[in-house]
């Protein structure tokens, strides 16, 4: 029996080897538990974690409870550890939610979650938020197992549009075949990686990679699941199945990397090359930008306003007018080569249509031009254009009705920028660059008579001091040169940027660019008449997405002198293209949607003609509320209440104004937790009813929410030394020399290795110290220099 075992499992792998081509490099899923943490286990901390073995390390696990929601996560401050190793090595981490669980497989919260869309919500709101608040990679859903189809898709499918708009992973443990509830996992499209639960023996293997081939789930996304949590796994088998995954998968997964029972090396040795970097996945450059349409249909049942084609949710839609032609385009923010357009249509479709591209939203070039098409969802890929706007152009509709999208999705890259050198950054930390393609420093770049040891070379661009500079911070910076910096963006929102700068001469420009994206446009530095004098210039981002940011000033033109940047969030009106409802409408075409969605000058809500008539917003979750601003028409109120409701039955005034003027009133009260803000209109001015052009609800402008993010460079005395680190040579061989500056009392000077280890260790006193290090014995490569608060990177070779 054996004999004709392995000659069975010989022809399985000699027909892998014809139908699939092995790949050139591996991924490697390692599943690391949240229970290790300081146990007995081989591996119970992430700085234990061999990071070179895995392109993606899976955070196990974090439970949702049946409404969708997720409380914290064990070991918040372990999962932190592990994605700022795992990130320095290039390794992507994710959070692996769900689990088997003492309820699997019938009653596991996912099976309730399937079956509520305000669950479903819940949850995809709780994984966007965890892997916003744990700079994470992705989620990996481990459902065991789904029990219908519909379960999977309805959950699936909404959390891979969630992950995938942000522009991360999702991928899934599944079973390893049908007879364990695998064809439950009906549609796995949307998978970045499917890891496939294969514990069982050689056969078991075997079949697991036919069913998932048979499946249609291409090579390179296929994981083949390796087991290490029981001894009784043993080498022979761990190293057989490596070699199936090398000829008939893209990698394997490994449950798990804190026990690894058996020789783990034996499985890397087999397998082969680790593919550093993982698995990419587009970002979806529309996903929440501004939208601009040629009209609106006009309807009294629904919000058809052009926001909702880049708000994430099928479930809503943009309408136009029952016309042709008519259009609707996105502000990607910062121009990019556009590749793919994907338009999901409602019934009323565009038979005929064109995709163009605009770097002004006035002259339009088009890219493509659609004729006869049939279908509801258009993915057009292959497209060749470059540009900041985005347009559909509907010139044939499919129905007598208008043309209606739920979603239009836009892909590409930023165009190469015109300047050299590669962004290193550390993460967690405040990082400036300070390059110049390759060159020495410019003439300011503290190269004075009390600094001697050579040319300023083009790393760390902070706190450089200069005489001719007065002492000020970063110096002059030349054209084509950038400061780099990390910037942690609190909460999602619009911000305002300022930069404090001196300059030389009057018209000099640079731009601010967050992860590749020019946000500003060329700002034009004042001519402040000499290096003393600042002046301050300010510029608006797009929305902004929470989370780590890398933000680059790139110098269009030298020279002028930098000397702080901040971010200031900007009032938000979270009322914007909210669930509307109000006591009544005058007649069609005034309905209560239109004093929401954001047109104060065109579109407006009027009431029938009486008195007490109200009109409320639903905020969708509990908001801290502080301001509303109300933009009448002439028919407004002179008597009425501003009141907060958290049920929708029970409301509270939190402003009662009994001499209304009209025009603008913007009206401040004590912050209170609310979901519905509603206006109680008690007296009209006029015969008519009341009238509102826009109605605008704003959260505490004190709260965490509304607090700016700064990033501050300069010294909070200017006549200060700032804090700084001097090292030569760079790169560096046997010996190396660190200078140090601005040092108030005693402080620790730190060398660390990429992987966190403590190299040298020194205590540095006085204004200025030099400490020289012999580093002959160090491994080559990049070591990070640390004194208090400030970076230095060195390459020793």
């Known amino acids: 029996m054996q004999k004709i075992k392995w000659i069975f499992l010989l022809a399985l792998v000699m027909l892998s080897r014809v139908s699939f081509g092995q790949l050139s490099c591996y991924n490697i899923v390692g599943y690391y538990p949240s229970w290790v943490a300081g146990g007995n286990y081989y591996i119970n901390a992430p700085s234990k974690i061999d990071y070179s073995k895995y392109t993606h390390i899976c955070y196990a696990f974090a439970i949702p409870g049946t409404d969708g929601k997720i409380g914290s996560v064990d070991g918040g401050s372990t999962l932190t550890d592990l994605v700022t190793r795992a990130h320095a090595n290039n390794v992507k981490v994710l959070l692996s939610i769900g689990g088997w669980l003492d309820s699997s497989p019938n009653n596991t919260p996912f099976e309730t979650i399937a079956n509520s869309t305000t669950s479903i919500t819940n949850l995809t709101t709780a994984c966007g938020n965890l892997v916003t608040q744990y700079n994470l990679d992705g989620i990996d859903l481990d459902w065991e197992y789904p029990t219908t189809k519909t379960k999977w898709n309805n959950l699936a499918t909404a959390l891979g549009t969630k992950l995938h708009g942000m522009g991360k992973l999702f991928t899934a443990a599944v079973s390893e075949s049908a007879s364990n509830n695998g064809d439950h996992y009906d549609d796995v499209t949307m998978l970045d990686l499917v890891n496939i639960m294969c514990y069982g023996d050689d056969n078991l293997a075997s079949s697991s990679i036919s069913y998932w081939t048979s499946r249609g789930v291409p090579q390179s996304k296929r994981m083949l699941g390796v087991p290490f949590y029981s001894a009784d796994n043993t080498t022979a088998e761990h190293v057989w199945k490596s070699n199936l995954a090398k000829t008939t998968a893209g990698g394997i997964m490994i449950w798990d990397i804190a026990s690894e029972y058996g020789d783990i090396n034996s499985i890397y040795n087999t397998l082969g090359a680790v593919c550093k970097g993982g698995t990419p996945v587009p970002q979806n450059l529309a996903s929440g930008k501004p939208v601009t349409a040629s009209s609106l249909e006009a309807t009294t049942t629904t919000s058809v306003v052009a926001s909702n084609v880049t708000d994430g949710n099928y479930s809503t839609r943009w309408s136009s007018a029952f016309a042709d032609p008519q259009w609707v385009y996105v502000d990607l923010g910062a121009t990019y080569d556009i590749n793919e357009v994907k338009i999901t249509w409602e019934a009323a479709y565009a038979t005929a ?389 601005g040092v108030k009392a005693k402080s620790v000077l730190k060398v660390y290795s990429l992987t966190g280890q403590v190299i040298y260790n020194s205590i540095v006193t006085g204004p200025a110290t030099q400490v020289q290090i012999d580093i002959s014995k160090w491994t080559k490569g990049i070591y990070i220099i640390s004194l208090d608060n400030v970076r230095k990177k060195v390459v020793v070779e």
């Open 353 to 741: 249509y064109q995709i163009q591209v605009s770097t002004d939203a006035a002259t339009w070039t088009t890219v493509k031009s659609v004729t006869g098409n049939t279908t509801l969802t258009n993915d057009n890929t292959g497209l060749t254009g470059s540009g900041r706007y985005v347009r559909i152009y509907g010139t044939a509709r499919a129905t007598a009705y208008g043309y209606s999208i739920y979603e239009l999705e836009v892909y590409g890259a930023a165009p190469q920028t015109p300047y050299g050198g590669t962004a290193w950054p550390i993460p967690g930390k405040i990082e400036a660059e300070n390059y110049d393609n390759g060159g020495e420093g410019a003439a300011y770049h503290d190269l004075t008579a009390t600094n001697t040891q050579g040319q300023y070379r083009t790393t760390e661009g902070v706190d450089i001091e200069g005489t001719t500079e007065g002492g000020y911070d970063v110096g002059e910076i030349q054209a084509g040169e950038w400061l780099e910096y990390t910037v942690n963006i609190a909460n999602t929102g619009v911000y305002t940027l300022q930069a404090r700068v001196a300059a030389i001469a009057a018209g000099k420009t640079f731009h601010i660019e967050i992860d590749g994206q020019n946000i500003s446009g060329a700002i034009t530095v004042p001519n402040t008449g000499a290096w003393q004098t600042f002046a301050t210039v300010s510029a608006t981002t797009p929305a902004l997405t929470a989370g780590t940011k890398v933000m680059r000033v790139v110098m269009d033109a030298a020279s002028f002198n930098f000397n702080w940047f901040s971010f200031t969030p900007v009032a938000q009106n979270i009322a914007l293209n909210k669930t509307i409802t109000a006591s009544s409408v005058e007649t069609a075409g005034f309905e209560a949607y239109k004093a929401f969605d954001g047109d104060a000058t065109t579109t407006r809500w009027s009431s029938a003609y009486t008195d007490n008539e109200w009109i409320e917003v639903d905020l969708g979750t509990a908001q801290n509320i502080s301001r509303v601003v109300l933009k009448w028409e002439v028919a407004y109120a002179t008597s009425y209440r501003i009141e907060t409701s958290t049920d929708n039955t029970t409301w509270t005034a939190q402003k009662t104004v009994t001499a209304g003027v009209g025009g603008t009133e913007d009206l401040s009260f004590p912050a209170v937790s609310a979901r519905y803000v509603r206006m109680y209109s008690v007296k009209r001015a006029t015969v008519y009813g009341v009238s509102l052009w826009e109605f605008e609800v704003y959260a505490d402008a004190t709260s965490a929410a509304r607090k700016a993010t700064t990033i501050a460079l300069s010294p909070s005395k200017e006549n200060e030394t700032p804090l700084s680190i001097g090292v030569w040579p760079n790169p560096a061989t046997n010996f190396l020399t660190v200078q140090t500056k």
